[in-house]
Every structure is written in structure tokens, then in C-alpha cells.
């Protein structure tokens, strides 16, 4: 079954930078890691889950938050099966527990309802 890990969460002053990664496995040698959509989502206490962007083979990049369009880059390397969040000019707002999230698909979903694989997060907590 696909797994997800997420890592490099962690305390940073605004301002700052965090990559963040999504390491996957579990994939089957007929379906790897490329056929599968692959994104971050956030959820800061008291507010909804949001998406934050996507990654797949047909859509490529999908930005979902206007909130971090210019400060935030999705990124993958296929090799490694892993996904990356790099976060830059972090602010306050953008602290919540960061979640990758993936399913099998060639496009990125609308919403976070429809992914069916999700790590178990990462915190991020940006002071001010």
C-alpha cells in the first residue's frame, strides 16, 4: 500500500525558509510513483483544511493558495519517489501542520476530498 512521510517541519522566524518532503513508497513495479497525483495540503488549528499545490504527471504543477503563488514551490524528484515543498518568506499565517496527501491519477484533484493516501504531517510554526 502507497505510504507517505513527511519531514522539515519546524520553527522558523518570519521571514525564513523550509523544504519540506514527502517521501513515498509502496508503489507496485505496474503503477510507480508517476502515476499518482501528488500534494500538499495544510490545516492551521481552528481553520479548514487548504490545499497548497499539487503535482502530476498531466497537470504538472496545480497552485491551489493564492496565499503562498510566488513564495511556495512544489517540486519533485521521480528517482526518489519523494515530493518537495520549498517554502520561502515564510509568514505567521502560514503556520499549521503540513499534510502530503496523493492518489491514483494522472490529475490533481479539485479539492483534498478525493486523495486517499495522506501522511501523518508536519508543523510548521512560524514566530513573529
Known amino acids: 500500500e502507497v505510504q507517505l512521510v513527511e519531514s522539515g517541519g519546524g520553527l522558523v522566524e518570519a521571514g525564513g525558509s523550509l523544504r519540506l518532503s514527502c517521501a513515498a513508497s509502496?508503489?507496485?513495479?505496474?503503477?510507480?510513483?508517476?502515476?499518482?497525483?501528488i500534494g500538499w495540503f495544510r490545516q492551521a488549528p481552528g481553520k479548514e483544511r487548504e490545499g497548497v499545490a499539487c503535482?502530476?504527471?498531466?497537470?504538472?504543477?496545480?497552485e491551489f493558495a493564492e496565499s503562498v503563488k510566488g513564495r511556495f514551490t512544489i517540486s519533485t524528484e521521480n528517482a526518489k519517489n519523494t515530493v518537495y515543498l520549498q517554502m520561502n518568506n515564510l509568514k505567521p499565517e502560514d503556520t499549521a501542520v503540513y499534510y502530503c496527501?496523493?492518489?491514483?491519477?494522472?490529475?490533481?484533484?479539485?479539492?483534498?476530498?478525493?486523495?486517499?493516501?495522506w501522511g501523518n504531517g508536519t508543523l510548521v510554526a512560524v514566530s513573529s
Open positions: 496527501a496523493g492518489r491514483f491519477g494522472t490529475l490533481c484533484p479539485a479539492n483534498s476530498n478525493s486523495m486517499r493516501y
Open positions: 503535482l502530476s504527471s498531466r497537470d504538472g504543477i496545480v
Open positions: 509502496g508503489f507496485t513495479d505496474v503503477f510507480g510513483f508517476d502515476a499518482y497525483a
